[in-house]
């Protein structure tokens, strides 16, 4: 008997094409206008609900995690919070659309992203920037719930980047132990991906 | 559509027994020791696999991980390596047997652990102290390969554990972001752990 290891392709990152689109600017001012924002939404709406999307290429056979770098200083996966009652799959690959696919003019194809398996949870306890991977001791309401899926990439694909930010394909070797650059929840992809199978083509 | 998301039952760490049972001392008197017999028993048979099992119990409604403590220094997961040929999941339970249960004078039994979903795989890709959790560039022959493991305990159990060793319920926020104290791989497991859906009771 054995546990079935799930099996992920992953193709050169050759393979894929990069344009540029208009840019995209940041919702919020600075961290202090974020934190208002959501404060004032979560007394409407309730807790926020995030989703992200690990998108996964390789060169020479080791993954490669392609992250969105804005105004050459932080990084971020690709994703957004989700409307109130909006679906999260649904969600997850409107905004995937919005940020990376090609704009036109008669609406976002949203067809062609293929939402996986769900990696890791993280949640803001406070109206604060800290975000744990668990609910910490005598928190009750979170108040920002985000979920990080990953994005089984379709062998050849076309992105179109906003101007104001870059694409990047960072190896894991890059991410792994290290939280100082890229912060707690990106430097822990290399654990949550380390469980799947990949074949490199 | 949504992803469906694992639930895990855990149940009070008051629901479990604890009694003392011969010591097992460790196989290797060194780390040296350790990796000279891990290129000994590489040249003879190849890749090392080995397996380790994560317990997870609660208290106050968050989870703790059972984890082995050496000589009042070190933590580790139950489990160990596997024979040449050995099954994985079969393995991992007899190791967990060999370790946790009571000890009996009909054979171990091993059927009630339940070994569940694949946590995290390790490599060590030189005769080394240094893991990674994937096959660092340039590195075609991995000489260890560990697999973790989540256990989905019964409600009730009485383990046995070995009189030179503690098992102590270290719950995720001792355990996150502190690979200070214990190891990158023991530090990673809130990430790892964050994907399910707990119920308490």
């Known amino acids: 008997m054995s546990i079935t290891q799930s099996t992920v392709s992953l193709y050169s990152l050759e393979n894929y094409k990069f344009g540029v689109k208009d840019p995209q600017p940041e ?17 409407k709406y309730g807790i926020r609900r995030t989703v992200e999307g690990v998108l996964v290429v390789h ?59 769900l990696l890791s949870i993280w949640y803001r306890p406070n109206f604060e920037n800290f975000m744990y991977p668990y609910i910490p001791a005598h928190i009750t309401k979170p108040k920002e719930m985000k979920k990080i899926f990953l994005i089984h990439l379709p062998e050849k694909k076309t992105f179109s980047v906003p101007k104001n930010m870059k694409l990047l394909a960072v190896p894991l070797f890059e991410l792994y132990d290290n939280s100082a650059r890229y912060g707690p929840q990106l430097a822990a992809l290399p654990h949550l991906l380390s469980r799947f199978n990949y074949v490199y083509s």
């Open 27 to 43: 919702e919020d001012p600075s961290v202090a206008a974020r934190l208002n924002r959501l404060q004032n939404e979560y007394e």
């Open 59 to 117: 060169e020479h056979n080791h993954p490669h995690v392609l992250l969105l770098q804005i105004a050459n200083t932080f990084f971020k996966l690709p994703g957004d919070a989700l409307k109130p009652g909006e679906d999260e799959i649904e969600g997850l690959k409107l905004r995937l659309s919005q940020k990376l696919s090609p704009a036109s003019q008669v609406g976002l194809d949203t067809s062609d992203w293929e939402v996986g398996e």
